[in-house]
C-alpha cells in the first residue's frame, strides 16, 4: 500500500480554521434557556413551553447543532454507529467493500447504516443529510460525480469522514483510492507483451473518475512500448449491452482491426462478453476488476484485480482512528492492484 503525500487540513498551510461545532451551551445562550431545557427539546422530554422549543429548535437549526453521540459512547470505549454511502450495495465491488467496512464496526461494537447513490448526485446527498440527521458518529463516502462541496461544514464542525475509491469534489477529507493508472497500464504491457498492437479500450461513461484514471494508464502503456494512439480505438460509455456490441463489432471489423480489448471495469467486461458471444475468433482480452466466475468461463479471463475488501477495512480504520480524536493531517491512501493471468489476455495476435 503506497501513500501519496497528504493535503493540508483546513487551518494548514494558509486555509482558513474550521469552524468549531456548535455544542449545547452555544444553543442555550443563543436562546436565552438553561443548558438542561435545550436538553429536554433535544431529547423530546416534557416540561418545556410551546414557545421555548421553537424558539430552542430555531436556534438548532441557525447554529447547525447536532447533539455529539461520539463524545458519550466513546467515553464507554466504542463508537454507536457510522454510516457507508456507496453506488450500489448489490455491485460485487460495493458489497465485498461494505462488508469490509461492516467487520470493522463489529470490532468496534459499532452499527453500520448503510445508502446506495446509484450514481444519481442529489440521492447521495439525500442519503448523506439522512445518515447526518440520525446522529452517525462518522462517514464513508463513495462520491457521484459532482460536487461534495454540501459536506463542508459538516466536515469543518467536526465530523468524521471518509472517502473511498473516488476524491470528493469541494470538500477535503482523507480518501482511500485504487492505484488506477498503474493498473490500467500493467494490463495493456501485458497485452503489448504478447505482441498486440491494436488494442481498444472500452470504458465505463466519460464523467467517471476511475475511468478516466484507466484510460490514462491505456494510453501510458501505448507511449511507453511506442505504439501510436488511435482514438477510434477508445470507447468511452455507459456499458449499456446493444452499444458496446456495436462498438467491440466496429473496432474488430475495422480494416486495422483490434487484435486484443481492455475493458474499464466489471459492467464494461460484461457487456463486452456477451458481444463476444457470437463474434468469430475471439481477441485477446484483460478486464479491469475480477468479478465472480471470471476463472471458469473459456478461456478465463485475465483480470487487473481490485481490493474492494482491502480498500473498506482501510477507510474504516482511518474513520475509527478520527471518531477516537486523531487530529493529523488528512491523507490519501492509494491501494495496489495486482495482475492475474487466466488466459484470455495471453492469447497473441491471429496471423494473417
Do not use: W
Not at 467515553?75 to 470493522?104: H, K, M, N, W, Y
Not at 467536526?158 to 488506477?180: C, H, S, Y
Not at 488494442?199 to 502503456?221: K, M, N, S, W
Not at 474488430?252 to 464494461?268: D, I, K, Q, V, W
Request: glycine share 8%.
Amino acid at each position: 500500500m503506497a501513500q501519496s503525500p497528504p493535503p493540508a487540513r483546513p487551518g494548514q498551510e494558509g486555509a482558513a480554521t474550521p469552524r468549531r461545532r456548535p455544542t449545547l451551551r452555544d444553543v442555550a445562550e443563543a436562546a436565552g434557556v438553561a443548558a438542561k431545557t435545550v436538553s429536554r427539546v433535544v431529547n423530546g422530554e416534557a416540561g418545556v413551553g410551546a414557545a421555548t422549543t421553537e424558539r430552542v429548535r430555531r436556534v438548532i437549526a441557525e447554529l447547525g447543532y447536532r447533539p455529539n453521540s461520539s463524545a458519550r459512547t466513546l467515553r464507554q470505549g466504542r463508537a454507536a454507529t457510522i454510516g457507508l454511502v456507496c453506488d450500489d450495495v448489490s455491485e460485487p465491488f460495493q458489497s465485498a467493500l461494505t462488508r469490509a467496512v461492516e467487520e470493522v464496526a463489529i470490532r468496534h461494537e459499532c452499527m453500520l447504516l448503510v445508502a446506495s447513490s446509484l450514481h444519481d448526485r442529489e440521492r447521495e446527498r439525500t442519503s448523506v443529510q439522512a445518515l447526518l440527521a440520525r446522529q452517525v458518529d462518522g462517514l464513508i463516502v463513495t462520491p457521484v460525480a459532482g460536487s461534495q462541496a454540501y459536506l463542508g461544514a459538516d466536515i469543518a464542525a467536526g465530523t468524521p469522514v471518509v472517502f473511498a475509491d473516488r476524491p470528493a469534489v469541494g470538500a477535503e477529507a482523507d480518501t482511500v483510492l485504487v492505484d488506477n493508472v498503474e493498473g490500467a497500464r500493467r494490463g495493456v504491457r501485458h497485452l503489448l507483451e504478447q505482441g498486440h498492437r491494436r488494442i481498444g479500450f472500452v470504458g465505463d461513461a466519460p464523467h467517471l473518475y476511475t475511468q478516466d484514471e484507466r484510460v490514462e494508464g491505456y494510453r501510458a502503456a501505448l507511449r511507453d512500448a511506442g505504439v501510436p494512439e488511435d482514438d477510434r480505438l477508445i470507447s468511452r460509455q455507459v456499458p449499456e449491452s446493444g452499444a458496446v456490441r456495436a462498438t467491440v463489432e466496429s473496432m474488430l471489423s475495422a480494416p486495422e482491426p483490434a487484435t486484443a480489448l481492455f475493458t474499464g471495469n466489471a459492467l464494461c467486461t460484461y457487456a463486452v462478453l456477451r458481444a463476444l458471444r457470437d463474434a468469430g475468433p475471439p481477441p485477446a482480452l484483460v478486464a479491469f476488476d475480477d468479478f465472480p466466475l471470471a476463472e471458469l468461463l473459456h478461456p478465463a479471463v485475465t483480470v487487473v484485480a481490485q481490493d474492494p475488501v482491502g480498500m473498506g477495512r482501510t477507510a474504516a480504520e482511518i474513520l475509527f482512528r478520527r471518531i477516537a480524536g486523531d487530529t493529523s493531517a488528512d491523507q490519501v491512501v492509494r491501494l495496489r492492484t495486482r495482475l492475474i493471468p487466466r488466459g484470455s489476455g495471453e492469447r497473441a495476435p491471429a496471423e494473417g
